[in-house]
């Protein structure tokens, strides 16, 4: 699950530059802010994943480990409260 999400990323970003380009177009407005920290959010939720990820490949378990952590129920270890946090941010489509 957390890998499917992580996969979506750039489609996040490429759905966001159209439209942040297409209100751009049609209106005079300074949009510079909101761009800038779209992009923040997003740069910082793609480490968060990076981050996510790496640990999980770097620790050796058994697979029933790995699928508690990739979905986040497992709430005795603080790495999943923060994927279940993580993950909440980002949209389904």
Known sequence: MIKF???KL???MNKHESAQDEVECLDE???SLERKEF???YYQVENNFNAILYTLMD???RPSSTRSRLSGHCNHNP???KVAH???YLPLN
């Open 59 to 61: 620790t050796p378990s």
């Open 79 to 81: 790495r999943s409260i």
């Open 29 to 31: 407005a300074d949009y």
């Open 86 to 88: 993580t993950l909440s």
């Open 10 to 12: 750039t489609s996040i």
């Open 5 to 7: 999400r992580f996969d």
């Open 39 to 41: 992009e923040n959010q």
